[in-house]
C-alpha cells in the first residue's frame, strides 16, 4: 500500500498534487481504452482483451530478463542497469518496445490462427491467456527485479506512476485517439460489413491492420503503465456499460469513453477514501458503471 | 447501350481450384438479370467474382469505374453494432470521403432521397436493428443508392422475408429498372421469384453457366432437366 497511516490525513488537494501524473494517467486511458474497446466489442473479441494484456506483461518481464545483456552488449543510451529500473525514457521505450513486441506476436497469432479456424475464438484466445500467464512466470524466475514488476503491475498499484511514464502514456494514446478520430467511418466499415468496403475500393486489410496496431500498441503502453488488471477493466466494462445507452456508433465512442472517465474518477474516490490500490478500485467503480444499464433493461 | 460489366471466358475460385468456369456476360444499362442454381453450385462464388472480391482465374472481368452498387445479405451484418439507419446508409458515401469531417450538406441530402426513394424517409433515427427483415432490406438497397450506382448487385435480396416483404423489394426492383435504368443483377436461390421478376439469367450448376431467357429457362419442365442433369437435387 502507498497510503499508510501516516499519508491518511493527508488532503485531498495535497494528494492530487502529489499523484498528479498517475490521475493524469489514469484518466487519459480511461478515455482512451474503452474506446478500443469498443472495436474489440463490435468485432465480438473482447476475450482479447483479456489475452493482450498478459502477453504484453509478459514482454515487460522479458525485458527484464534480457536488460542486463542488452545494456552491456547493445546499450540503453548512456543507462546504466541501475538507471535503468529508475524509470527513465530510454528504459521506458525499451521496455514499451517489448510489451509492444510480444502483443504484436499475441495479436498476430491470434489473428493467423483465427484464419485458419483452429478452434473456436473463445478457445483460442483462453490458450492465448494460459501460454502468455505461464511465460510471465517462467521469465519471472529468470528475473526476479522483472517478476515484481510484474507484481505490482498486477496488484494495479499505478500511484507510482510518473512523468516519465504518463509522457510515455500521453503520446502513444493520444496518437491512437488520433488515428480512431481521423479514420472511424473506415474502421467502423471493415468491422461492420468488410465485403461492402472492398467494394467501396477501401483496403480492407490495410484498415484491420492498422486497428491491430492501434489496439497493439494501447495494450502495450497500458499495461506497462498502468497494470493488466486495469486495463482489462477498462477495455471490456465501459464498453459493456455504454452499449446499454448508445442509439449510435457515435454515441457508442463517445458514452465509452465518457463512462471510462466516470470509472477513474469513482475509482480515485474510493482509492483516495478507502486506501485501496487505484487500478482495481477504476475496475470495481466501472463494474458499478453497468448497474444502471442492467436496471434499465430488465423493465 | 452501355456495358457495365463484361465477363470474357472467366473463371472463379478459390486457391487455384476452378469453382466456375468459361462465364461470358455482357450487362448493359437497364437489363434486369438473376443467378441461380443448386445449393453449392458456384453462385456465390461467381457473384464474388463479379463483385471484384476474388480474382479471375482465368479470362477478363471488366467493370465500368465507380458503376456498382452493392446490397449484401443482411445476415452478414451483425446487430451487436448500435447503428441507426442513417448511419447505415451514409456508408455508401464512404467511397468518396476522406479524414474525419462529417458528411457534406449534399450527401445528408442524398442520403434522405435515397430513404425516401425505398420508403423509409421517417426511419432515419431509427435503430437499423430493431427494423424488420424487409425494412432493413430496403435500407441497405438505399445505401446502394448512396453509391450512385448505374449497376445493382444483390446477393439474396429476399431471403428470409415474408411474402408482403418479398413484393415490396421486387417491386421496388422493378421501379428501379424501369425508372432510372438502373441495371440490376441479382442471386438467388428462390426460382419462383426469378423468373417472375427478370429478364434474362444465368443457370450455374457443376461449374458451368448456362444464360437464357428467365421464363424460358425456368420453365418448370426445363428445370426438372436442368437439376436432373445436376445429380437430382430437389428444388
Known amino acids: ?299 | 447501350m452501355t456495358s457495365l460489366l463484361r465477363l470474357e471466358h472467366a473463371a472463379f475460385g478459390y486457391a487455384g481450384r476452378t469453382v466456375v468456369a468459361d462465364v461470358n456476360l455482357d450487362v448493359e444499362s437497364g437489363a434486369f438479370l438473376g443467378i441461380v442454381g443448386p445449393n453449392g453450385a458456384g453462385k456465390t462464388t461467381l457473384f464474388r467474382g463479379i463483385l471484384g472480391l476474388i480474382p479471375p482465374l482465368a479470362g477478363r472481368v471488366e467493370r465500368a469505374h465507380g458503376a456498382v452498387g452493392y446490397v449484401p445479405q443482411r445476415e452478414t451484418l451483425d446487430p451487436i453494432f448500435p447503428l441507426t439507419v442513417e448511419e447505415v446508409v451514409h456508408m455508401g458515401a464512404y467511397g468518396r470521403l476522406k479524414g474525419w469531417r462529417s458528411l457534406p450538406r449534399a450527401e445528408r441530402d442524398l442520403a434522405q432521397a435515397s430513404l425516401a426513394r425505398v420508403g423509409l424517409g421517417d426511419s432515419a433515427r431509427t435503430a437499423f436493428s430493431a427494423l424488420s427483415g424487409g425494412q432493413r432490406q430496403r435500407v441497405l438497397i438505399a445505401r446502394a443508392l448512396m453509391m450512385r450506382p448505374r449497376l445493382l448487385l444483390l446477393d439474396e435480396p429476399t431471403s428470409g422475408v415474408d411474402r408482403g416483404a418479398e413484393a415490396h423489394i421486387l417491386e421496388l426492383l422493378l421501379e428501379l429498372n424501369r425508372e432510372q435504368g438502373l441495371a440490376i443483377l441479382l442471386v438467388s436461390h428462390q426460382i419462383g421469384m426469378v423468373r417472375d421478376a427478370v429478364q434474362g439469367c444465368l443457370w450455374v450448376a457443376d461449374g458451368k453457366v448456362q444464360a437464357g431467357d428467365a421464363r424460358t429457362l425456368l420453365a418448370p419442365e426445363r428445370l426438372d432437366e436442368l437439376y436432373a442433369a445436376h445429380g437430382g437435387e430437389e428444388r
Open chain 1, 1 to 299: 500500500m502507498l497510503f499508510d497511516d501516516s499519508l491518511a490525513d493527508v488532503s485531498w488537494a495535497d494528494r492530487i498534487s502529489l499523484f498528479r501524473w498517475a490521475l493524469a494517467a489514469a484518466f487519459a486511458a480511461g478515455i482512451a481504452c474503452p474506446i478500443a474497446g469498443v472495436f474489440l466489442a463490435v468485432r465480438r473479441t473482447s476475450f482479447q482483451g483479456i489475452a493482450l494484456p498478459q502477453f504484453a506483461t509478459a514482454g515487460v518481464v522479458f525485458g527484464f530478463v534480457l536488460l542486463p545483456w542488452w545494456i552491456e552488449h547493445i546499450g540503453l543510451g548512456d543507462v546504466s542497469a541501475a538507471d535503468a529500473l529508475s524509470g527513465s525514457h530510454a528504459a521506458m521505450n525499451y521496455h514499451l518496445a517489448w510489451a509492444a513486441a510480444f502483443t504484436f506476436a499475441g495479436l498476430a497469432a491470434l489473428v493467423w490462427t483465427g484464419r485458419r479456424s483452429h478452434g473456436s475464438e473463445i478457445g483460442r484466445v483462453a490458450a492465448a491467456f494460459a501460454i502468455a500467464n505461464a511465460a510471465t512466470y517462467l521469465f519471472g524466475r529468470l528475473s526476479p527485479i522483472g517478476k515484481g514488476h510484474a507484481d505490482e503491475l498486477l496488484t494495479g498499484e499505478v500511484l507510482g506512476v510518473g512523468l516519465h511514464e504518463f509522457e510515455t502514456l500521453a503520446v502513444v494514446l493520444g496518437a491512437a485517439l488520433l488515428a480512431f478520430v481521423w479514420f472511424h467511418r473506415d474502421l467502423v466499415l471493415v468491422s461492420y460489413d468488410r465485403e461492402t468496403a472492398r467494394v467501396l475500393a477501401k483496403r480492407a486489410g490495410s484498415f484491420e491492420l492498422l486497428l491491430n496496431v492501434i489496439i497493439g500498441l494501447v495494450v502495450a503502453v497500458g499495461t506497462m503503465t498502468l497494470g493488466p488488471t486495469m486495463l482489462f477493466g477498462l477495455l471490456v466494462l465501459p464498453p459493456l456499460a455504454a452499449r446499454s445507452w448508445s442509439r449510435s456508433m457515435t454515441q457508442y465512442f463517445v458514452f465509452a469513453g465518457g463512462f471510462g472517465a466516470l470509472a477513474v474518477l469513482l475509482g480515485v474516490v474510493i482509492s483516495f477514501e478507502l486506501d485501496l490500490p487505484l487500478g482495481a478500485s477504476v475496475v470495481a467503480a466501472a463494474a458499478l458503471t453497468l448497474l444502471p444499464g442492467f436496471a434499465a433493461a430488465r423493465r
